[in-house]
């Protein structure tokens, strides 16, 4: 710097990065600027991606420098120190992306229930062709969108709701132009700003805040659940066309947030024993407290929460070097290469009570790996949720681990993800158990499901109680007869013996007062013969739903519920002409986990691999196999159909799920 004129002549950022690399973040923010008031010309050696920093930030320095504005100064370099290596992808061709968005904007306007609405887009995805593009923060964001994006980030901060963070706080939560993955907008942010000028001058730190963070992270009724694109969809696209899953979603909330300063993040699971992982907002009141916590998942207090589904590991995404605990690994593989990104940090412990645990690898004969992973079980394989070093003595200790579920622990062995060990649990009282199969005990196993049954499951078939069936001649039931009352829990598709003794043209299913009808599928026969039968629609809302209840997909379903509380729910049926029913079959509405008749499944076992018992034909809704380990961790394939499988104990002649959820 030409300590006469106060400009910036060149920023040297190789200078920067070399000298920087040896010193934590404390002496880093000091010696860069340093670095930067000392730079008077420029180096020889630099780079071209060093000269593309230097052109892009040689601008925003000499801005705030000139402005003696040192907070925004360091703000800058804060962005200038962290931007390397990020970037987004950008989705095209834009008109065609365009068109999509615009196209499911139309849907969000009309009844479709989301299966429908998700085989419509599913059908548009299938034929665009779209592109995304990956593109490098450091070469698309302009010097002036920085300044900006520094400028709307300042004026938020400090704000009665947020001047409890410190400046690295600051940096780190408030401003980012962008939360994880999706392309910024910085015209997002002043928009939001400018729409929310009246709740920030009213907004504090008491219960408006918690009000804000509720309505903000709330799903809105018009979006639809949705994601058939790997890249991330930027705010102002999410808005436009209304579909957005748990990540997009997330995004956008953050997006929000930081525009009113407050200090919301985007924290992240895999959830272990199940499938897929979730993405959610969290308002943190500082560095290490949550404040709120997304509410369709968490219920209770800060650090003791109850979660809708078991976890081992929660991350935050966020910038700058939050990740400081986990080594670097000198073998790169894509399962892995997050556990070892800076930006990821481990909140487990912010949630819930958590245990340490220490192993000892001594299974592995020639184990020689300087790091190990954690893996839990997910979407039907291990898959890594933390990593740490061994020592010299094949120890291993992983902090802050979730209770209630089974892992391996897994190597790199030839650039591939390797469990070595065999599987071990972690109880609610944090007491670690290994499930060592025993080969010379072998027990004749009976079982009814491939997945836990959920609470939510039973709940669809108690709210069939009290549900009649009745036939008529007449259409309007003015002769009818009631042909079966449902006095019990129905959990899988039922046959129903009717005593009938004559035709009738009608019939009609009639739900408990106050009672919603949920039904996957309804049959009526006569004899061996299945009746054609038509339903009545009770207006046009319905009638793309009402279809799922005669489409042979036990999966898809109907819901019909009245707007009275206290009514009855009522589905009605034509058979064209007056019919002899015999039996008909009703299938509640449910997650087909149960065992299936004529479906083929196998049984596997975990003996440091999946180990095949046998391959057994269904006949019945049990399934009984012989000679299974005892003390094995189990894990029962349906090799006909579906993919929600989760692995278990046999344990007092039942099934007992290593389940991620109760819900």
């Known amino acids: 710097m030409d300590t006469k004129s106060g400009q910036i002549n060149y920023l040297d950022i190789s200078i920067i990065r070399l000298m920087t690399s040896a010193f934590n973040k404390s002496v880093r923010a000091t010696i860069l600027v340093l670095l930067v008031l ?75 229930d989301i299966d429908s609405y998700s085989k419509k887009m599913d059908s548009v995805f299938n034929e665009s062709i779209l592109w995304p593009k990956r593109v490098m923060d450091e070469e698309s964001i302009t010097s002036r969108e920085l300044i900006e994006n520094i400028d709307l980030a300042s004026k938020v901060w400090p704000k009665p709701w947020n001047e409890h963070l410190t400046f690295e706080e600051f940096c780190r939560l408030i401003l980012p132009y962008r939360s994880t993955d999706e392309p910024y907008d910085i015209s997002y942010r002043y928009n939001y700003l400018l729409e929310n000028r009246t709740l920030i001058e009213t907004l504090d730190m008491g219960d408006s805040l918690i009000k804000v963070a509720k309505e903000i992270m709330s799903y809105p009724s018009d979006f639809r659940y949705y994601r058939n694109l790997s890249a991330d969809q930027s705010p102002k696209d999410i808005e436009i066309g209304k579909m957005a899953d748990c990540k997009d979603f997330s995004n956008l909330i953050s997006s929000k947030g930081r525009a009113l300063g407050l200090p919301v993040v985007v924290d992240w699971a895999i959830w272990p024993n199940a499938r897929g992982r979730h993405f959610w907002n969290t308002l943190l009141y500082n560095k290490d407290s949550i404040l709120f916590a997304e509410k369709d998942h968490f219920w209770g207090e800060p650090g003791r929460y109850r979660l809708r589904r078991k976890v081992a590991k929660i991350y935050r995404f966020g910038w700058g070097e939050a990740n400081q605990q986990n080594p670097i690994s000198e073998i790169r593989h894509k399962s892995i290469d997050w556990l070892h990104d800076p930006r990821y940090e481990d909140v487990t412990a912010q949630y819930i009570q958590t245990i340490d645990i220490s192993l000892k690898l001594d299974s592995y004969k020639s184990f020689d790996k300087k790091e190990a992973y954690l893996c839990v079980f997910n979407s039907r394989r291990w898959v890594p949720v933390a990593v740490a070093k061994t020592d010299t003595e094949k120890n291993i200790f992983f902090p802050n681990v979730g209770k209630g579920n089974v892992h391996v622990i897994s190597v790199l062995l030839k650039g591939k993800l390797t469990p070595i060990s ?89 739900s408990a007062k106050g009672k919603a009808l ?42 019909l519920q009245s707007d009275d509380e206290n009514a009855a729910n009522v589905l009605e049926f034509d058979f064209g002409e007056p019919m002899e029913v015999t039996e008909l079959m009703i299938a509640p509405r449910s997650d087909v986990n149960y065992i299936q008749d004529g479906h083929l499944y196998e049984l596997l076992y975990w003996d440091k691999e999946w180990k095949s018992i046998s391959q057994k034909l269904a006949k019945s809704k049990e399934i009984v196999f012989e000679k299974v380990p005892a003390n094995a961790v189990l894990w029962l394939r349906n090799l006909s159909s579906g993919i929600e499988e989760e692995l278990f104990s046999y344990e007092k002649d039942e099934q007992v799920f290593w389940n991620s959820t109760d819900y």
């Open 518 to 559: 949920q039904l996957a599928e309804i049959k009526f026969y006569s004899g061996q013969d299945e009746i054609k039968a038509s339903l009545v629609y009770q207006n046009d809302s319905d009638k793309n739903n009402m279809k799922n209840i005669m489409d042979n997909d036990l999966v898809s379903y109907f819901r």
């Open 38 to 112: 000392g730079c008077k010309q420029e180096c020889p050696d630099s780079n071209n991606d060093d000269e593309g920093l230097n052109a892009l930030f040689e601008p925003v320095l000499s801005h705030y420098s000139q402005k003696e504005d040192s907070l925004k100064y360091k703000a800058a370099l804060f962005l200038m120190e962290n931007i390397e290596g990020k970037s987004y992808y950008d989705i095209g061709p834009r008109d065609k992306w365009e068109e999509i968005l615009n196209f499911s904007d139309s849907l969000t306007h009309t009844d479709l």
């Open 422 to 510: 065999n599987a071990f649990s972690i109880d609610e009282c944090g007491v670690v158990s290994f499930h060592q199969p025993n080969k010379s005990d072998l027990e004749r196993i009976t079982l009814s499901r491939k997945t836990k049954l959920k609470k939510k499951v039973v709940d669809f078939g108690v709210e069939m109680i009290g549900s009649r069936i009745e036939f008529a001649s007449n259409f309007n039931f003015s002769d009818s007869k009631t042909a079966f009352t449902i006095h019990d829990t129905i959990l899988t598709p039922t046959t129903i013996k009717t005593d009938l003794r004559r035709a009738f043209r009608h019939a009609r299913i009639i």
